[in-house]
């Protein structure tokens, strides 16, 4: 059985909870939004970034990736908060950090 990917160091957890941040801004949603989609247990961010680091142990980086891409696109598809425009270009945030984490890891 081959060993589990390590899990995230303190400063890319720190550089994980900056980028949430930005991204629920940027999409119009609330922590509450992302505990729903991570089925984590309780909106507080320590939690919502242990089951993070959960899917990093258990996937790596491009499984966090996907994941964190596979929420946004059912929010796109999903109902959006009242009043919020559809971002013009879909996942174009999450496909850049796809893209960064691949290239990290080639």
Known sequence: MAPSPPGLDPDQLH???DFLKDWLRHC???QADLRRA???SSIRMPALLQELQRTVQQAGLSGLADR???IEGEWQHGMLPAGTPAPADDLAQLDLLLREIRDEAA
């Open 15 to 17: 550089q994980l909870e």
């Open 68 to 70: 964190l891409c596979g």
């Open 28 to 30: 119009g949603r609330t």
């Open 38 to 40: 991570l089925r984590a």
